[in-house]
Nanobody, 122 residues
Framework: QVQLVESGGGLVQAGGSLRLSCAASGTIFSIDATGWYRQALGKQRELVATITSVGKNINYVDSVKGRFTISRDNTKNTVYLQMNSLKPEDTAVYYC???????????????WGQGTQVTVSS
């Protein structure tokens, strides 16, 4: 079993910054790809950013390119999302997603965090 603890959400004015963190703990051999998704009220969940296990491949949704930065610290099993120049349209619940393995030869398991609210006021 793995636990994901997300933090860093809150209320910020447009143009401000927030840094989200997602710390994984439990029976973890390795974490493969991780990512941040968001879901605004009344909308479908969308991918915001993903990063592979050693950070070689990083992808962003077009709307956040140049403003958001995803990173990870494998020594802490933690993934971050630095969000700068926030806009009201960034308001959503942000979810962390990890693909992890319990053992070296086990399958990759997909797991979601509980979500953290980000609200950007105009």
């Amino acid at each position: 079993q793995v636990q994901l603890v997300e933090s860093g959400g809150g209320l910020v004015q447009a143009g401000g910054s927030l840094r989200l963190s997602c710390a994984a703990s439990g029976t973890i051999f390795s974490i493969d790809a991780t990512g941040w998704y968001r879901q605004a009220l009344g909308k479908q969940r969308e991918l915001v950013a993903t990063i592979t296990s050693v950070g070689k491949n990083i992808n962003y949704v077009d709307s956040v390119k140049g403003r958001f930065t995803i990173s990870r610290d494998n020594t802490k099993n933690t993934v971050y999302l630095q969000m700068n120049s926030l806009k009201p349209e960034d308001t959503a619940v942000y979810y962390c997603n990890v693909n992890y393995r319990r053992t070296s030869d086990g399958p990759s398991v997909d797991y979601w965090g509980q979500g953290t609210q980000v609200t950007v006021s105009s």
